[in-house]
């Protein structure tokens, strides 16, 4: 692209300093991006740690009551329910485990990332 007098008006500095402004515009929309994902696997975080505590809880009480019912004879079938319910609250425990511990590390990945996008723009 030439100008009307021959001089090409991205040679040179302002060549540089378009790619300069151009590079600075992708970081700010990386940092915005990784931004919003550390953000998610952070509330998805803040929904599955307090989850995984009521399923431990209900799976020890779940348990417990299974044993009071066990000991009477006429509850029996009672408590065989209660014992499916509470292996199925520990196999979700399990799985929250899983969840929250591959989670974590993408959350700190975006977070690294987002604070190296920062300290590259400023």
């Given at each position: 692209m030439e100008l009307t007098d021959g001089t090409n008006p991205l040679s040179g500095n302002g060549y540089r300093l378009q790619n300069i402004v151009d590079i600075q515009k992708q970081l700010e929309l990386e940092r915005?991006?990784?931004?919003?994902?550390?953000?998610?696997?952070?509330k998805n975080l803040k929904v599955v740690n307090p989850a995984e505590g009521v399923l431990?809880?209900?799976?020890?009480?779940?348990?417990?009551?299974?044993?009071?019912?066990?000991?009477?004879?006429?509850?029996?079938?009672?408590?065989?329910?209660?014992?499916?319910?509470?292996?199925?609250?520990?196999?979700?425990?399990?799985?929250?485990g899983f969840v929250s511990r591959s989670l974590i590390p993408r959350a700190e990945k975006h977070e690294r990332i987002k604070q190296l996008a920062d300290k590259n723009i400023i």
């Open positions: 915005a991006e990784r931004g919003r994902s550390s953000t998610n696997y952070n431990a809880v209900s799976f020890m009480g779940l348990n417990i009551v299974s044993v009071v019912f066990l000991s009477t004879v006429v509850a029996a079938p009672a408590a065989t329910a209660i014992e499916a319910v509470s292996l199925g609250a520990g196999f979700l425990f399990i799985i929250g």
